[in-house]
């Protein structure tokens, strides 16, 4: 493994992962592949850029588009895909679901093609634990079957499905990992935690959704790209690695402690009507990724502190994104009426 392609590296994930691997590796080459939608910033990659000036390169293009995947692959003779790109927040996929099937479906079927056609070293999928659908009792093992419920956890699933296909039939050397809600530094602020932080700074209603009884493990991001890592390097061909915490935390409380750390009123939560299909639990079994010697270094409370403060810390970076008119459009129709008196 010497030239890796970061598809959606210029996303949240993506972009912590490509400043992580260049950090750690002095021999690795990054190119990062990115459609720049509005989740795509290269803001996030800035220092990248000019640390790493000579291992790393920028490709502005679709992973639908197959030319241009070709072209690259080519270009910077890449032997290892990592697929970060995708269309991710739950909320939009029930608005407009078609750019989920497009990107995340399709995609990754283009992708899959590439690593076909010029047998490169290795493929990793990078996956989510809402394939595995509500989790009423225990923790989904990587061997359970997927059930996907929201739009964009059916196009990832269907997504993972191919993957093991082409691992089947024509021997492609793949691995997936399935990874816990994350947080840290360069989240959108649409999931709930850079939401809810970035509102309560400014003294704005946290629209909590439902009950708030629901159930995620919130993961820090380096933790998770730590044991993508160890996965990329140690994990067998063919298997599927879910990465988590393996605690969990209700998004009320998950709420009450971003009011406390940043000593902000309770008044502020404002409950909402739900999310349909809402999946009020994730719960993940980590045994697998544990015995290749991995240990998070936060737990949810942990990696929620750290992500307050890196907000607290960087305003000009989430301002510029929330004066926008996309993300204003975007609050308004997601949000507008939704208020439980
Ligand atoms: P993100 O929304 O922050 O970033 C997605 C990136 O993909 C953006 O840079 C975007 O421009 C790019 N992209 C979208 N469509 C593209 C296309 N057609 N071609 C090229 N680039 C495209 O997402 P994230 O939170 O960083 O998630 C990254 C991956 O991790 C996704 O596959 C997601 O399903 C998975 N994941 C996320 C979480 C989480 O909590 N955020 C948890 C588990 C798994
Ligand atoms: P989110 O960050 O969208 O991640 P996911 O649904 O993919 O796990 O949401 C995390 C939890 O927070 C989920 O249970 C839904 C809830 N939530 C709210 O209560 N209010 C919000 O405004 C959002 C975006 C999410």
Redesign the pocket.
Known sequence: MKNILV??????????FTRYMLEHYSNYKVVV?????????LD?LQDVAERFNSRYAFAH?????KEAVDQAIREHQIDTIV???????VDRSIMDPD?FV???VY?TYVLLEAVRKYQLERYH??????VYGHVPRGASKEADPVAPRSP?AAS?ASADLMINAYHITYNLPVTIS??????GP???PE?VVPLFVTNAIDNQPLPLYGDGLQVRDYQY?LD?CEAIDLVLHKGQIGEVYNIGTGTEMRNIDMTHLILKLLNKPEALIQPVIDRPGHDRRYALDVTKIRSLGWEPAHTCADAIEATVRWYVDHEAWWRKIKSGERYKEYYERQYAGREIK
């Open positions: 598809t959606g590296g210029a996303g949240f994930i993506g972009s912590n592949y990115d459609k720049l939608t509005y989740a795509g910033n996030n293009a679709d992973i639908c588009d697929n970060f790109a995708a269309d991710t927040h750019a497009m990107t995340d995609g999928q990078i996956g989510t634990d809402e964009y990832k399935r990874g816990a809600n994350n947080v360069y989240q959108y999931k991001v998770h």
